[in-house]
Structure formats: structure tokens, C-alpha cells
């Protein structure tokens, strides 16, 4: 029992969902202060997730992994994190899956579950899954992407990658590219830089440009947006590089698809007049957006981003846990 | 009395009952099917359409007879007539006047429109809640997907 478990109890349907302090949902659940406190929590932690510290802050406590789509990397990431801190983890994925295949409702899976667990991280095809499972669990819900909704911890471990080259989120230039029509990914990362004033660039081919109500609404918000069909112009004045993965199926045919994937492609030769500290992120996996030349420049940061999703899922795990990360950590090794 | 004149009677004056004034011209079959009063209604329902109005321009007004309607009920009529104006009925005399107010949340009126909301299906048992955004113009939002709501498609989605 986590010990926000008591104060919400309740009998009846409506008015549960006493989590909402302690459930990460959306972005919106965190104050811009709240992000920074976690990100300096998630660097605190880096030691321990390397495992060159141990440090069992979560011992005793239990995650439920309850994914009703496959998503292997957000899945294992949380798991690293909860044991790195000492803690156990229920995968609840068979439940998940007898559940859809038993017409359960997500209200009875979650109800069942919420025993299970002190915290449980969902992943549903269903947008708005993750806001409707808080509202129905004692324990909090920490949303590993709920349909074409929310991922902030994906979010999150972005923000995570993108402070610790720069050493701050404020004012920088990001290049976001590539496919920013569909993907959840770098709305949610949009909204979160323009918070911190970013400066955005959205590079994408026209057919995939960033939907026009998330323009609106970013410069709703003061945000300094421009839009291009062009990615190599905007490399040098870039800070960030955030690469996204063109789809296929997303064009009428093979050629189409060829021509507009290859000039959003960067390879070792495009950065040679970047800026000294530019990073290049993407989400992984990649196909042929980036070419492996690029791993070995000083710029390439994707896979340090993998990592640090294990870091700052322990950082956001301790907060929803009402845990404090220790301010020293090196020192209690 | 001959038949016409008590049918009149009936537009004109009910002696137990509701009437709602101030519906915008020609959605007063709407706030009947919000209302539920569009089926087999066993009380009588009577309706005028299209009466000029100085306060909305034309306006449509719907007499409910020996049915006080619950502010829940009215509540759900502020979706398409905001403006409308409810009385109470008892004995031909106004006992009481309602205000239609929408307040933050429209909660278990509407289902969302979104296809691939959570709330999807009519088995998940939590009500079903659309945050207020905006009056005028009525924007609403659900609250678990958080997609904006098309007015007219929520309509057709009443529970
Ligand atoms: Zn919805």
C-alpha cells in the first residue's frame, strides 16, 4: 500500500480517482518546476542506474506492467528502473490480454489490479485509457502512451537528453523532422520546449507537416514556430536535432516514398558545420533517417536517449511514489 | 368548446407542466429528443416554431403538461438553447423559474464523439464526462481523451 492509498478510498464510482496528485497522465500534470525537479532527480540517479551505486530508495514496493499493445522498450525500461531502485515488478500483461479476450472492462481490470500493485504503468490502444484507469485505481497510473493521447514519459526522458547536453531547456533551437503528422512523440515534445521558449523548426515533407490545430495552438502559447519543407538549411543554426521515422505506408508508392524519406536523411557530411554542442536524438528505431556514420560524431545522442529512459522513469517513479530522491547521492554508496 | 379552440387552449396556457421559451428557431424537435420527449411520450407535448423574438431573433417554445422537469433534464438543454428559458407550471401560475447552466462539467448527458476513446462501449461503467471549455461558443472536452467535441455530433450521441 502506497501511502497515498488510504485518503482516497471511497465507495463509489463517481468521485474516485484521488490519484490525479500522484498519476502522471499528461504533461500537464507537471509544473514547469515539477519537470525540472525530476530532471535534476534523474541525474542525481544516474549512478545508481548504472549500477555503480545501490541505492534501493523503491524496496518494497511493487509495479504492475500492464501493457495491452506490445510496446517492449517503454515496458523493459520501467522494469530496469523499478529494480534498479530495489523494487519488484508484476508484468500483468497475460491479464491484460485475457481481459480483451474475456470482454472485461478496463474499469474491472484496473479494480482487480490495483490490488496487485503500488503503482502500475499502462500502455492502452484507447486514447484517454490512462486519465480513465486513474480515475478508477487506488494506486497511481503512470501512462506509457494511451492511443494517439499521451507518453510523457517519453516526453520526459526527451526533455532529459536535451538538458543534459545544453545544461538548461530555455531558449534553444529545435529542429524537429520528418514525419510530424503522426507522431505522438513530437506534439507532446513541441508543447513541453515551447513551456521552456524554445525555438521551434518543424522540417517535415508537406504531406506530413505538423497539424495545423498544434501550430495554433503552440503560438496560442507565445511559441516562435517555423515551418519547412527543408531540412539541411536549418541544421547549422540548430541546438537540437530531433529525427523522426518516415513511414512507408504513409505514400501512394515505393518512389514517392524514396524521394521524400531521402531528403530527410542525415548523414555524417551534413553536420560538418553544425554547432559545436548540437545533439541529434531520435526515438528509435531508426531504418535510414540517420546513417550509422553519424553514431561516431560527437553530436549523435539517440542512444543515451534510450538510456535515459531507465533514469528518468526512476526519478518519475519516485515522485508518483511520494519517495525523495536523496540530494547526495554518490556519498551513500 | 369546440375542438379547435381547446387545441388552442393547449398551445396557449397549461395548467400543470413546463415550458421552455427562448429555443432557437426551428431546434425545438432537438430539445425534444434531448429531453426524451420525442418517443411515446405519454404526456402531452405541445410546440410553437418560428415566433419572432426581440431577445433571440426567432425562437421556438415548447410546453411540457404534467411534467416538471428535473434540473438534470434542463441542464441538458443548455447544449443547444443556452439562452432558453424554463418555467415551472403549477395551476396555469409560474411557480418557479430555472436557470439552464452548464456549469464546468457535462457529466453522463453526452457520450464522446471520438471513436477511439476509452470510454467506448456501453459496458465501462464511470460516467462519462465532458469538461466545460467555453460557453459561447460551446466548446466542450472530454475529459479522459481530451478531444474537442463537434456540438452537433454530441447531440446525436445523448444518453
Ligand atoms: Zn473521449
Known sequence: MGPQSNAHRSGSLKGRGGTAVSSLITMDDLSNDDILDVLDAAERLLPVAKGQTHLPLLQGKILGNLFFEPSTRTRMSFETAMKRLGGEVVNLGAVASSSVVKGETLYDTIRMVDGYADIIALRHPRQGAAQYAADAAEVPIANGGDGAGHHPTQTMLDLFTIKQAHGTLEGLRVVLAGDLRYGRTVHSLAHALVRFNCELVFASPSSLRMPTEIIADLEGHGATIIESDDLVNHIDDADVIYMTRIQKERFPDEDEYRKVAGSFTLSAANLDSAKEGMIVMHPLPRVDEITPDVDKTRHARYFEQAFNGVVTRMALLCRMLGIEVPSNIGGEA | ?159
Open chain 2, 1 to 159: 368548446m369546440s375542438a379547435p379552440e381547446t387545441a388552442m387552449r393547449r398551445v396557449t396556457a397549461i395548467n400543470n407542466g413546463t415550458v421552455i421559451d427562448h429555443v432557437p428557431a426551428g431546434k425545438a424537435l432537438v430539445v425534444l429528443k434531448m429531453l426524451g420527449l420525442d418517443g411515446n411520450m405519454a404526456t402531452p407535448v405541445s410546440m410553437v416554431m418560428n415566433v419572432p423574438s426581440q431577445k433571440i431573433g426567432g425562437k421556438d417554445i415548447i410546453k411540457v403538461e404534467d411534467r416538471e422537469l428535473t434540473q438534470n433534464e434542463l441542464d441538458r438543454l443548455a447544449l443547444i438553447a443556452p439562452q432558453a428559458s424554463v418555467a415551472i407550471i403549477r395551476a396555469y401560475q409560474v411557480a418557479e423559474k430555472r436557470v439552464i447552466n452548464l456549469g464546468e462539467e457535462v457529466v453522463n448527458v453526452v457520450h464522446c464523439t471520438y471513436a477511439n476513446c476509452a470510454t467506448l462501449g456501453d459496458r465501462e461503467p464511470l460516467p462519462h464526462r465532458m469538461k466545460v471549455v467555453s460557453v459561447d461558443p460551446l466548446n466542450l472536452r472530454c475529459h479522459y481523451c481530451a478531444r474537442p467535441q463537434d456540438i452537433d455530433e454530441l447531440v446525436a450521441n445523448l444518453l
